[in-house]
């Protein structure tokens, strides 16, 4: 009988295959390698519009991103997401600039912290999903936190948003081989108000089944013109990540 009992256990454990749900989490860093543009203008009917990084110098600064996720079954994918980002301009102006009705003379010292906070709420279905593709796509509620700040020896002042903006969230990957895969993603949507596009493209190389390492580039672009604002810029990144799924 025990024996019976044995055999039965080890032929149940060779034919079970766990559930495909499973957690996973994307933790990102790396460095922010500059702005290709920043362009600013508040208010937008008589500001000065601005290039941020055509007269002002940036701070090379390090950044991190934290996403955590469930998959249910093989291809229902949610979702949450926070990258904070905050980079630093410094220098000083070429002309006047009116920036939130005050304003800033040419050649004096000047500070400008670009806040650019997102908080995403993901839903993503995976259309094709085998040992070797993966492709997805999906919708993401994102919250805008964002804040621009101009400081001189004579002037401070800063122009804060909060909002919501839709996305459409979208995913691939090939597995060449069994440890390898290369990777594309993102979030994007554009409208006569304005755009977003946030893309990671790279490779991941994975130990096992729960610990891998991605490494790529990633750029975050997009913005805002409307009666209160005009903004648009262009974020590039070296990044790299740990995977973890259970």
């Not at 055999?7 to 766990?18: A, D, F, H, Q, R």
């Not at 008589?46 to 055509?54: F, H, K, Q």
């Not at 993401?140 to 101009?150: E, L, Q, S």
């Not at 580039?217 to 005009?230: Q, V």
Request: overall charge positive.
């Amino acid at each position: 009988m025990k024996t019976a009992i044995c055999s039965l256990i080890v032929l149940i454990c060779s034919v079970y295959t766990p559930a495909l749900a499973q957690f996973n989490f994307d933790l990102e860093g790396g460095l922010i390698l500059g702005t290709s543009y920043n362009k600013v203008q508040i208010p937008s009917g008589n500001g000065t519009r601005v290039n941020l990084p055509e007269q002002l110098d940036l701070d090379r600064s390090a950044f991190y991103r934290i996403r955590a996720g469930y998959r249910i079954g093989n291809r229902h994918n949610i979702s949450a997401f926070f990258a904070p980002l905050t980079v630093h301009y410094r220098g000083a102006l070429s002309q006047n600039t009116n920036f939130n009705n005050n304003n800033f003379l040419p050649g004096q010292p000047l500070n400008v912290d670009y806040r650019f906070n997102s908080y995403r709420l993901t839903y993503r279905y995976d259309f094709l999903a085998n040992g070797k593709w993966r492709v997805g796509v999906g919708l993401t509620g994102k919250i805008r936190d964002a804040d621009i700040r101009f400081k001189s020896e004579y002037a401070d002042t800063h122009y804060d948003n909060l909002g919501f903006v839709p996305l459409i969230n979208f995913y691939a990957s090939w597995k060449p081989a069994y440890h390898w895969t290369l990777i594309l993603e993102g979030d994007a949507l554009a409208a006569k108000q304005g755009r977003a596009e946030d893309i990671f493209g790279g490779i991941a190389y994975n130990f096992n089944n729960t610990i891998g390492i991605k490494l790529g580039y990633r750029m975050l672009e997009g913005g805002a013109d409307n009666d209160k604002i005009y903004n648009f810029n262009w974020i590039n990144y070296a990044s790299a990540g740990l995977l973890i799924s259970f």
